[in-house]
């Protein structure tokens, strides 16, 4: 499967930017699904994860309440709704597909496919 994200860019404080992540070369609906990131000088770190199977959602604690994760399966496309953006988001943001046990989702071994990163960048 290969992960394609798009959408990044550069907006203000209290913007709000969606990120979308299409697949290809295999079926997306099998595999749970995510995204990372990883800001300048940083470690990647886990931003959300949305279940194989029935649609539970898990967020990191610094994005709860202002992301929001989705997917279509038809599609084969995952989605990532960033609302409120601070400049602490300012990141690349990777998208992800593996078949993480729940207690691993936060972990990047859990995943088999990474997309190739998109660029958020948020001014104050």
């Known amino acids: 499967v290969q992960l394609q994200a798009s959408g990044g860019g550069l907006v203000q404080a209290g913007d709000s930017l969606r990120l979308s992540c299409a697949a290809s070369g295999g079926t997306l609906s099998v595999y749970g699904v995510g995204w990372f990131r990883q800001a300048p000088g940083k470690g990647r770190e886990f931003v959300a994860h949305?279940?194989?199977?029935?649609?539970?959602?898990y967020y990191a604690d610094s994005v709860k309440g202002r992301f929001t994760i989705s997917r279509n399966n038809a599609k084969k496309t995952v989605y990532l709704q960033m609302d409120s953006l601070k400049p602490e988001d300012t990141a690349i943001y990777y998208c992800v597909a593996g078949t993480p046990i729940l207690s691993s989702i936060a972990q990047e071994g859990g995943y088999y496919y990474w997309g190739q990163g998109a660029q958020v960048t948020v001014s104050s």
């Open positions: 949305l279940r194989r199977s029935g649609g539970s959602t």
